[in-house]
């Protein structure tokens, strides 16, 4: 079965600053892996997504990820973070065969970004 | 922009009542999830459905839940006798593709009392 554990619950960071939100994974096959974002009141939006290629994924509103198979690791980072990003970030996963079926999810970081 | 959009946005059921979560996925869509979030736990996988079936459901998804698409707009999932412990929020979501995007809902949170 896979798993996915997000260190971090909380995460502040003043505004401009950079951000790394951590994510590791367990899975004995192959995954697919993705971030989601939720801001509040609203649902789940895809921020990236990793599915082979390139280990650096650059997703919307400037963020990127790089996969780390080695590490199981696949961190979200920010170079320069503003004051609406502010949101729960969920990392999740899922095994190659399925897609986007049975996604896998963590339980979420929430970046809080002040001023 | 499509969207999914669920109703109502929040519920309050007593328990042992059955209660009906609805969905509207967007409309060129053929993969319809469920997922849930018991309030500070992780988002959970409750089932995936294809060409008017389960492709795929976990082992929370036990006989008290069951899934509809009625009227080929609407994707509903119905708990038939609520528990204390089924109070979450509900996510629906679609995908057009097995291997393409899943959006998902703005959720609906249940409330058992």
């Known amino acids: 079965a896979q798993s996915v554990t997000q260190l971090d619950s909380q995460v502040p960071v003043f505004e401009e600053a950079p951000v790394e939100l951590r994510c590791n994974y367990s899975?004995?096959?192959?995954?697919?892996l993705f971030w989601y974002v939720q801001y509040p009141n609203q649902g789940l939006q895809l921020l990236l997504k990793?599915?082979?290629?390139?280990?650096l994924v650059k997703g919307i509103n400037g963020f990127e990820a790089e996969f780390n198979k080695s590490q199981t690791s696949f961190h979200l980072r920010k170079p320069s973070v503003h004051i609406s990003d502010t949101a729960e970030y969920f990392c999740?996963?899922?095994?190659?065969?399925?897609?986007?079926?049975?996604?896998?999810f963590g339980t979420g970081t929430r970046l809080l970004v002040s001023p | 922009e499509p969207e999914v959009t669920q109703t109502p946005s929040h519920q309050v059921t007593q328990m042992g009542q059955e209660v009906i979560l609805r969905c509207v996925p967007i409309?060129?869509?053929?993969?319809f999830y469920w997922y849930r979030q018991i309030l500070g736990q992780k988002v959970e996988f409750l089932v995936s459905?294809?060409?008017?079936?389960?492709?795929?459901k976990s082992e929370i998804f036990d006989d008290q839940f069951s899934v509809e698409r009625p009227d080929g707009s609407n994707f509903t999932l119905k708990i038939r006798s609520t528990k204390l412990e089924d109070s979450a929020m509900y996510f629906c979501?679609?995908?057009?593709?097995?291997?393409?995007?899943?959006?998902f809902g703005q959720g609906t949170r249940l409330t058992v009392v």
């Open positions: 899975s004995s096959v192959s995954v697919y």
């Open positions: 979501a679609s995908s057009r593709q097995m291997n393409t995007e899943a959006f």
């Open positions: 409309s060129n869509h053929l993969y």
């Open positions: 459905f294809y060409n008017n079936e389960i492709s795929e």
């Open positions: 990793y599915l082979s290629g390139s280990t």
């Open positions: 999740a996963v899922s095994i190659m065969n399925t897609g986007f079926q049975k996604l896998v």
